[in-house]
């Protein structure tokens, strides 16, 4: 499952530059704009410019990308704070990270009712 899921990462995902820890790293994956905090309500449509007006924003990313909670990502002129990074488990291994994300500097009011 864990080689599937970093072909995956690979052939269709996007470059991304990971910054945290004093440290800056390219990261292959997934970045979405979603409607809410939750993971489960990723099922909203996008503007025609792909952003929902609260900003949210969620990561999929390697098992060993090691992105954690305060990270940034970089996506071409925009920088995205992450605001919560979890593991997904197929059985006992972590195949994939996932996070949710704010805009850096436009968003960072991310738990006010906006």
Request: charged share 20%.
């Amino acid at each position: 499952m864990l080689g599937m899921i970093q072909e995956i990462l690979v052939k269709y995902g996007t470059d991304m530059i990971l910054t945290g820890g004093g440290t800056e790293k390219t990261v292959r994956g997934f970045f979405r704009a979603v409607n809410s905090k939750s993971w489960q309500s990723m099922e909203s449509e996008a503007t025609l410019l792909g952003e929902i007006t609260r900003g949210q924003y969620a990561y999929i990313g390697p098992a060993d990308g090691g992105a954690k909670e305060g990270d940034t990502l970089a996506l071409g002129d925009r920088t995205y704070l992450l605001r919560r990074v979890e593991y997904y488990y197929f059985g006992n291994q972590p195949i994939y990270q996932w996070g949710l994300c704010v805009e850096k500097g436009v968003n960072d009011t991310w738990g006010s009712q906006s």
